[in-house]
């Protein structure tokens, strides 16, 4: 287990100068009086506030780094020797047929009018940070293209600069709401969605009649909360004049703007900084049901909910009332999230881990649906990055996952592909990109891909960081193609809790997947005693399972 460091870690831009540290506070065991620094009481000794979040604001994504007891690397994917699950209707299995390149990633989700994405991933809220508004063309651009979908965060109307309202304090023109939506829709091939999530402010502001009458968005999404933290989003501003506007608008913006104390500390030079605050929500099943309505009343077709990592109680409210609802996706992010400036001890100490939060959330849903209700389709979140990770959530919560929220892990290929364009303008291009080439064309593997799907002409005004973002989601495509192969599910409907096993009976009690030396042990024990036929469980035997009704064959079969 890595040693944990609470007075120090690289996000605060904190280290302790001792190499022995005592475990609960993280102070260096000898403390010396004319010490240079740099640990979190040092720093905060004269940067106070500004040590609670990562930094540089706007500059880095920042995600918790404590190691839990039981996580989703104390699972393990199963593999099978025959039979395949999920291959097109006719078409028998061999080794002819029953080939990875066969497998069907596309997934969808809805209540009745359901989204299809080609792959079983889609992006965390990029909302109201630097980092979202600054790399939105890329992520935007790359999730379009990548077919899945993209959320867009919380505040995006209420920190806009050129936001105007009308009499009553509603948006009558939001800019950088519009630029975000367009630039999505450009690219958009019938696969994924852009959908608008709002909070407390987003919706005094008026952002779902904004949205819906402008843009004719389908989906909008509610939230709770998020895995990162358990209060409001928030954002880092830099200017007296901005914070005074944003106070103006509403929010709570610390320190207070207004203050002559505050004033004469920015003008000074101390005080760098203003932090602009959401406020907390507020949840009961009546105001939620009437919201629900609300925004069908609207004419939004698909309602999602995004909940954090609250308590049980709270996650058997988002799932109850979502059911009764009939709400069309709820997203379940649980600790050890983040992507923008959370408080860096909220996101690494609050909440309920990612594991034991799907866990429960696959009971509660399993509860529900043996006293023949029907709940909504379920997405997890919370620190995912690799195709490994989606197949164990999606089986973990079979069969009730459809697909994985990814943060950090899906603005970083944005991120980086921009950085290579810059490095090649300035003819700067590290090592570790120019052994490859040093063109776009030899850069990216999937260069000729995305030119084909935008056409020769379209491609100068793909931008690179685009290109990194399909380029990531296709090498998780291949790579969920593999593992679903070698567990005999060649479609996304056929992975169940049966394909995962337990590295430790801690991680069994936890997620009631069996500890591996109990997984598939009657069957053995039955071939060994030989009361069995030989072709081993009726699951994996279930040869001709069909894909989801609205989806198309895969590309090996075409």
């Not at 590290?430 to 064309?441: D, R």
């Amino acid at each position: 287990m890595n040693l944990q460091r609470p007075n120090a870690d690289d996000a605060t831009r904190t280290a302790n100068r001792s190499k022995s540290v005592v475990p609960a506070s993280g102070l260096c065991s000898r403390c010396i009086d004319g010490c240079t620094g740099n640990c979190e009481v040092f720093k905060a000794t004269f940067r106070s506030r500004e040590v609670l979040y990562p930094g540089p604001f706007g500059e880095v994504t920042a995600g918790a780094d404590k190691n839990y007891p039981v996580d989703y690397s104390h699972l393990n994917i199963q593999g099978y020797a025959f039979g395949a699950k999920g291959l097109p209707y006719g078409v028998m299995a061999d080794s002819d047929t029953a080939i990875f390149p066969a497998v069907n990633t596309e997934t969808e989700y809805g209540w009745d009018r359901k989204v299809r994405m080609s792959i079983p991933i889609f992006t965390g809220a990029l909302g109201s940070t630097e980092i979202a508004r600054k790399n939105w063309e890329h992520f935007a651009v790359g999730a379009a293209l990548s077919g899945i979908t993209l959320v867009c965060g919380e505040n995006v109307c209420g920190i806009d600069p050129q936001l105007e309202l009308d009499r009553h304090g509603k948006i009558a023109s939001a800019p950088e709401m519009d630029r975000r939506i367009e630039i999505y829709r450009r690219y958009h091939r019938g696969y994924g969605e852009i959908l608008v999530q709002m909070n407390v402010e987003d919706t005094r502001l008026g952002v779902a009649e904004y949205v819906g009458q402008k843009h004719g968005l389908e989906t909008i999404e509610l939230k709770w909360g998020q895995g990162a933290k358990c209060i409001g989003g928030e954002i880092k501003v830099d200017s007296l004049e901005r914070a005074l506007q944003l106070q103006r608008r509403g929010y709570i913006v610390t320190p207070d703007p207004s203050h002559p104390v505050s004033q004469a500390a920015f003008r000074d030079g101390s005080l760098k900084e203003f932090e602009r605050h959401s406020r907390l929500g507020f949840i009961d099943e009546e105001g939620f049901q009437a919201e629900i309505q609300r925004l069908r009343n609207l004419g939004f077709k698909r309602i999602t909910l995004k909940t954090g990592a609250y308590s049980l109680r709270e996650l058997a409210m988002a799932i109850r009332w979502g059911s009764k609802a009939r709400i069309d996706l709820l997203t379940i992010d649980g600790a050890g999230g983040g992507t923008g400036m959370s408080p860096w001890r909220m996101m690494e100490e609050w909440g309920m881990p990612s594991l034991y939060l799907h866990s429960a959330a696959y009971e509660f849903c399993n509860r529900l649906t043996k006293r023949r209700e029907r709940v909504p389709d379920v997405a997890f979140g919370g620190g995912f990055s690799s195709e490994d990770a989606v197949f164990k959530a999606l089986a973990l919560g079979a069969p009730f996952t459809k697909a994985v929220c990814m943060g950090r892990a899906l603005m970083i290929p944005g991120m980086v592909g921009k950085n290579i364009a810059r490095w090649l303008n300035e003819g700067k291009l590290p090592n570790t990109v120019s052994q490859f080439g040093s063109t776009p064309e030899e850069i990216f593997v999937c260069y000729e891909e995305v030119k084909n799907l935008v056409g020769a002409d379209e491609m100068k005004n793909i931008p690179l960081g685009a290109l990194g973002m399909y380029s990531y989601c296709e090498k998780i495509r291949v790579g969920l193609q593999q593992l679903m192969a070698g567990a005999r599910c060649f479609s996304i409907p056929t992975i169940s809790r049966r394909d995962l096993m337990s590295l430790t009976e801690e991680c069994a009690k936890v997620t009631g997947i069996p500890y591996l030396m109990n997984a598939y042990r009657e069957e053995a024990i039955d071939i060994l005693e030989d009361r069995h036929n030989g072709h081993g469980d009726s699951e994996a035997l279930a040869f001709t399972v069909s894909y989801p009704r609205a989806s198309r064959m895969p590309r090996c079969y075409e």
